[in-house]
């Protein structure tokens, strides 16, 4: 999904289609979910697994040049707020801005990754994901995710969409209680004309306008939940699955 902070604020998402089929022995799904649009369309299948776990890979098409970025937008509940990642850390980094982070395992909070420019914006992206771990801290209920490929990904109480007006400053910003996550195959990098003179954005730091680019993602349950089909119950016909 691809949008920009100021202006459009479309995906360009058009007509969507699914097919699926079930494993011969019961224990998985797989869902192909294929999304025309005007500036990227994509392709997500998903494997759902009897123990709870999904695995989605993901085929972009990127269709049109200056695309802001490529990726998803994922809305998790606001509970999971305690965040452990391994990317490159500890402060945002870019594409273009990643001479000074490092990579290692690092815990912090989705409220403590907003950065507060001084007009509200895109923030707190990571590049390099290899696993990031949500926890709600009252219950010790967590999401774990795995990458394989190029995954960056940002997490924030705020939509971009919140963002597109010029009359903006943190202060007149009010969190949102779910958490917006982007996982991104490539976000444009952040160029040298912020201020209106320098070069923009390098041309190697720019998303591509075609080809095919991949990666994957596998969503776990962690910490206390309790998923999967259960063993069988005396007296009781079937199995009973927790989510």
């Known amino acids: 999904i691809e949008n920009d902070t100021y202006s459009d604020t479309s995906s360009g998402e058009g007509s969507k289609s699914m097919t699926y089929s079930l494993a011969p022995d019961g224990q998985s799904a797989t869902f192909v979910v294929k999304a025309a649009g005007s ?83 895109s923030h707190g992206n990571r590049e390099g994901l290899r696993e990031l771990t949500m926890t709600d801290p009252a219950t010790g209920n967590a999401i774990n995710i795995l990458t394989k490929g190029t995954v960056a990904f940002s997490l924030s109480h705020f939509d971009d969409k919140s963002y597109a007006t010029s009359v903006l400053h943190p202060g007149d910003l009010n969190p949102n209680d779910d958490i917006y996550a982007h996982f991104d195959y490539m976000q444009r990098g952040l160029g040298n004309g912020s201020c209106g003179q320098g070069t923009g954005t390098l041309s190697k730091y720019c998303c591509p306008s075609s080809g095919t680019q991949t990666y994957s993602l596998r969503i776990s349950p962690a910490g206390s939940f309790v998923t999967g089909i259960s063993a069988p119950i005396a007296g009781v016909k079937g199995c009973v699955i927790r989510y």
């Open 39 to 121: 500036k990227c369309p994509y392709q997500i299948t998903y494997t759902v697994y009897a123990s709870g776990v999904v695995d989605m890979d993901v085929k972009f098409s990127p269709a049109v040049s200056d695309l802001r970025r490529i990726g998803l937008g994922v809305r998790f509940p606001g509970e999971f707020e305690n965040v452990d990642y391994y990317a490159l850390g500890p402060w945002e980094n870019y594409v273009d801005r990643k001479t000074g982070s490092y990579y290692g395992r690092y815990t912090t909070t989705v409220s403590d990754m907003f950065e507060p420019y001084p007009h509200p914006q």
